[in-house]
């Protein structure tokens, strides 16, 4: 008969084992010659077999090469398999029974959106700066935290905490959750408004997908006109007289009107 099938990966007693994983084990060869096949035994019971009358099998095909990609693995679950090796003339091989763990289900926290109240800010004047976020992973999520930041620098932060208890629920896969901060506006002009996920509990499964930015535009007010002509305290100023200024300029570049007394 074949030689024995060894040398499993993943490693026998393997954990945190990812369901994408690839089985493979060191192939066998046969003392005559004869090219060899393999019999893939997978399932969750400590026995994996053919079952009685093909009911409880956890047989999954056989395979030319030692490899084999299963495509149903579950999280958190542990997994029992075993290699037959043939040679198509009734010679055949057992290996020993493996087993390995899957990893557990990992929360993945994105940002779907952030907004401002209002939505036309004006300098010197307060506001909402506003995040919703949302897990996309497969494991819930119990802590989460984000910070907010303009211009790069962190002006406030929000937390997700299920062991306070004012949140009733874990952050399950696909449900969402806003919060907002107060914040005040300082002089006119663009800022980069940008939301950062700083810490997630359990860890998350993806790391690469946790900040968001816009642009904001802060609307300040024209510069003070000055500069008057008639100059302050002018006498015997003609009836025809002309009243001029300095112009305003406007920090957003918006065009300037004036309102005259």
């Known amino acids: 008969p074949p030689t024995k099938p060894s040398n499993p990966q993943p490693a026998v007693g393997a954990s945190d084992v990812k369901l994408s994983t690839n089985l493979s084990w060191r192939g066998s060869t046969d003392p005559n010659?004869?090219?060899?096949?393999?019999?893939?035994?997978?399932?969750?019971?400590?026995?994996?077999?053919?079952?009685?009358?093909?009911?409880?099998?956890?047989?999954?095909?056989?395979?030319?090469?030692?490899?084999?990609?299963?495509?149903?693995?579950?999280?958190?679950?542990?997994?029992?398999?075993?290699?037959?090796?043939i040679d198509g003339k009734g010679g055949e091989t057992e290996s020993s029974i493996w087993s390995f763990t899957t990893e557990k289900a990992k929360p993945d926290i994105i940002i779907t959106d952030i907004s401002i109240e209002p939505s036309n800010p004006q300098s010197g004047k307060s506001g909402k700066l506003i995040a919703t976020i949302k897990n996309i992973g497969h494991g819930s999520a119990e802590v989460i935290k984000w910070d907010y930041k303009i211009n790069g620098s962190t002006v406030g932060s929000s937390t997700y905490d299920y062991s306070s208890g004012l949140i009733n629920n874990r952050l399950k896969t696909n449900e969402t959750y806003t919060a907002k901060i107060d914040y005040n506006y300082g002089v006119g002009g663009n800022y980069t408004y940008?939301?950062?996920?700083?810490?997630?509990?359990?860890?998350?499964?993806?790391?690469?997908?946790?900040?968001?930015?816009?642009?904001?535009?802060?609307?300040?007010?024209?510069?003070?006109?000055?500069?008057?002509?008639?100059?302050?305290?002018?006498?015997?100023?003609?009836?025809?007289?002309?009243?001029?200024w300095r112009g305003s300029t406007d920090p957003n570049g918006d065009p300037v009107k004036y309102k005259v007394y």
């Not at 019971?45 to 093909?54: E, L, Q, S, V």
């Not at 956890?58 to 395979?63: A, K, L, N, P, S």
């Not at 816009?214 to 100023?237: E, F, H, L, R």
């Open 33 to 85: 010659g004869d090219p060899v096949k393999y019999k893939v035994y997978l399932g969750t019971d400590p026995t994996p077999d053919d079952g009685i009358a093909g009911f409880g099998s956890e047989y999954r095909g056989t395979v030319d090469s030692p490899r084999f990609t299963p495509t149903d693995l579950k999280y958190d679950t542990k997994y029992y398999w075993k290699i037959v090796a």
């Open 194 to 244: 940008d939301v950062h996920i700083t810490s997630c509990s359990p860890a998350e499964s993806n790391f690469s997908n946790n900040d968001r930015s816009m642009t904001i535009t802060v609307n300040g007010p024209p510069t003070k006109p000055s500069n008057p002509q008639p100059a302050v305290g002018a006498s015997d100023v003609k009836l025809s007289t002309n009243l001029s």
